[in-house]
């Protein structure tokens, strides 16, 4: 018994040539399947795949032109920092190993940011944007990125401080005023009354 070829749906307007199937799927059989690919074939829509792999066939020729690294960039060799953090036993020790790792990525990061801003004013598309919109996702992971690294700089000044300057205890505090309002001289007397009699 041979079973129906899987129903094809239909592919955006753009992109007509490509119906939304997956080949490898038997009709209504969903084992398999993820559960966008089960979205998308109920609704006719396109999976987050449909669209990357559109988006490489339409820029082949865009990325003949332009040499864009293929692989992910060579990852640092941060084992010394992670050692080094392994071996801290203070506040000092461990504040030197993360503002050490943090001068060494901080270049890096920025530039990765700058480039997620350029992104969202590309083709001006960040002017009158909406939030949640493609610009507005943009600047923000741009934003969140670069509050990263103060982020981790305050950790590591509250931790100083909660070892080389500690809030003072309450109870010391108060006997302390005690003991300067009890030292004070007496507040002078208070001015004669005009009118009153002349010496």
């Known amino acids: 018994m041979t079973t129906a070829p899987p129903e094809a749906s239909n592919a955006p307007s753009d992109f007509p040539e490509l119906p939304l199937q997956h080949p490898d799927f038997e009709l209504y059989d969903n084992v398999g399947r993820t559960a966008e690919q089960i979205r998308a074939h109920q609704t006719g829509s396109a999976t987050t795949d449909d669209l990357r792999r559109w988006a490489k066939r339409d820029a082949e020729a865009f990325r003949a032109r332009h040499a864009l690294a293929a692989a992910p960039l060579p990852v640092p060799d941060l084992s010394p920092y992670r050692q080094a953090l392994d071996a801290a036993d203070t506040p000092a020790e461990f504040s030197t190993v993360l503002n050490a790792l943090l001068d060494t990525v901080e270049p890096f990061l920025a530039e990765v940011i700058d480039h997620l801003a350029l992104s969202a004013r590309w083709k001006n598309q960040n002017r009158g944007a909406e939030t949640g919109s493609p610009p507005k996702l943009l600047r923000d992971a741009a934003s969140r990125m670069?509050?990263?690294?103060?982020?981790?700089?305050?950790?590591?000044?509250?931790?100083?401080?909660?070892?080389?300057?500690p809030p003072p205890d309450p109870d010391l505090l108060m006997q302390r005023?005690?003991?300067?309002?009890?030292?004070?001289?007496?507040?002078?007397?208070?001015?004669a009354a005009p009118g009153g009699p002349s010496r």
Do not use: F, N
């Not at 670069?146 to 080389?164: C, G, N, Q, T, V």
């Open 177 to 191: 005023a005690r003991t300067v309002r009890g030292t004070l001289p007496p507040p002078p007397p208070p001015p």
């Open 146 to 165: 670069s509050s990263a690294l103060p982020m981790a700089a305050e950790a590591d000044l509250k931790i100083l401080r909660a070892h080389y300057d």
